[in-house]
């Protein structure tokens, strides 16, 4: 079936310094690919998201990057601060479709 | 404007104890969605509704049943639980389909004993 495999798991970086995350999806009929944020014990967030028509997408510090042919879409966040702390998901879902499927998630750790 | 308002938030079952866990939206979203959140397996889609009047099974249905009991309400039912039911369960809704971004409710921390 399909899936979203999701890398690193677990992620630390200084605060200041960028912080990346990788999904690849396996069904090529994707199109819709979200990105939420989960702090600890509380619900998950979307942040932020791109649709297979566009190549990249910017909200302040964060970015999304896609590359449809090798099926990879990337988080990234710039300028981290210890609030960026959370466990980020990425998924993917199709168009007109209902069943978005989750990555497993990469719990990111901003030091100070 | 609450959003997704899931109940209760915290339950403990003894094995073969069956409960309803209730969700509810106020966005007028047309699909709402059961995942369960297990630690390192990310979210999986118990069932789905993709409108009032239908449903449909995800990526993990056994052991569950659900009701859209009108647009607002989408309710996930386990007639007799088991200890691999124990998991924190989201509620999500969204506009249309896998075409936007879900909204979570709080989430139900489930154990059963």
């Known amino acids: 079936g399909e899936n979203v495999e999701q890398h690193p798991s677990t992620l630390s970086v200084q605060e200041g310094d960028s912080a990346v995350i990788k999904c690849t999806y396996s069904d090529s009929a994707s199109n819709y690919f979200p990105w939420y944020k989960q702090e600890l014990g509380k619900r998950p967030q979307l942040i932020i998201d791109i649709r297979s028509n566009v190549g990249e997408k910017k909200d302040q510090r964060i970015a999304v990057t896609l590359n449809k042919t090798a099926k990879h879409f990337s988080l990234h966040i710039t300028e981290t601060q210890p609030e960026d702390s959370a466990v980020y998901f990425c998924a993917a879902s199709r168009g007109g479709g209902f069943k978005t499927i989750f990555g497993a998630g990469t719990r990111l750790f901003v030091k100070a | 404007n609450a959003g997704v308002t899931q109940t209760p938030k915290f339950q403990v079952l003894k094995t073969g104890q069956s409960m309803t866990l209730q969700c509810a939206q106020d966005m007028n979203h047309n699909s709402m969605y059961w995942y369960r959140q297990d630690p390192g397996m990310g979210l999986r889609l118990i069932y789905y509704s993709a409108s009032e009047g239908t449903t449909d099974k995800g990526e993990v249905p056994n052991g569950y049943n659900v009701s859209r009991l009108n647009k607002r309400e989408f309710s996930l039912r386990l007639e007799s639980a088991a200890p691999s039911q124990t998991s924190v369960y989201f509620c999500?809704?969204?506009?249309?389909?896998?075409?936007?971004?879900?909204?979570f409710g709080s989430g139900t921390r489930l154990t059963v004993v």
């Open positions: 999500a809704s969204s506009d249309t389909g896998g075409d936007y971004g879900y909204t």
